[in-house]
T-cell receptor
């Protein structure tokens, strides 16, 4: 069964450094998302991406964040200058938008630790 | 605004039924979801229900939706130790995002 994959599983970085989190959505899915979950807190929406552009973004997704679909398979989240409070689990998701169904399938997550 | 509320903890005996409850605020939500998260793992889509349905059954899982009260529940029949996890209720806001509850930690004991 196809799955969303994410790399790396764990990323440790120094405050102020740039990080790129990578995701491979399920093939033929059309909508892509990033969410984050700070330890012990709710899963929060960051951004949705459709037809090669951002569809919606949350207040968390400020100028330090960007997303890109550089080729037909990868979907990346870049944080330009990481802060301590960016430490969280980051989940990528994709949605087939097929048959009128609206279902998001999540990857296993990347744990980002900012020191 | 959009909000989803869940109780934080549920403890059940193996073999009993578990019922996890959720309330949501956005009456325009078209789909409501239950996701399962095991320790250190991602979010696994368990089941979902379309807003014009009252009930959906899928093997041991039964989802009940009371749209008037904006109340959603997940019943797990014959709960097993492998069901121990955090269960997240979520509502969709169009195709753009899901709003998650804080999650209910289900503990199954012998």
């Amino acid at each position: 069964e196809p799955e969303v994959t994410q790399t790396p599983s764990h990323q440790v970085t120094q405050m102020g450094q740039e990080v790129i989190l990578r995701c491979v959505p399920i093939s033929n899915h059309l909508y892509f998302y990033w969410y984050r979950q700070i330890l012990g807190q709710k899963v929060e929406f960051l951004v949705s991406f459709y037809n090669n552009e951002i569809s919606e973004k949350s207040e968390i997704f400020d100028d330090q964040f960007s997303v890109e679909r550089p080729d037909g398979s990868n979907f990346t989240l870049k944080i330009r200058s990481t802060k301590l409070e960016d430490s969280a689990m980051y989940f990528c998701a994709s949605n087939p938008l097929a048959g009128g169904y609206n279902t998001q399938y999540f990857g296993p997550g990347t744990r980002l630790t900012v020191l | 605004g959009e909000d989803v509320e869940q109780s934080l903890f549920l403890s059940v005996r193996e073999g009993d039924s578990s019922v996890i409850n959720c309330t949501y605020t956005d009456s325009s939500s078209t789909y409501l979801y239950w996701y399962k998260q095991e320790p250190g793992a991602g979010l696994q889509l368990l089941t979902y229900i379309f807003s014009n349905m009252d009930m959906k059954q899928d093997q041991r899982l039964t989802v009940l939706l009371n749209k008037k009260d904006k109340h959603l529940s997940l019943r797990i029949a014959d709960t097993q130790t492998g069901d121990s996890a955090i269960y997240f209720c979520a509502e969709s806001v169009g195709y753009n995002k899901l709003i998650f509850g804080a999650g209910t930690r289900l503990a199954v004991h012998p």
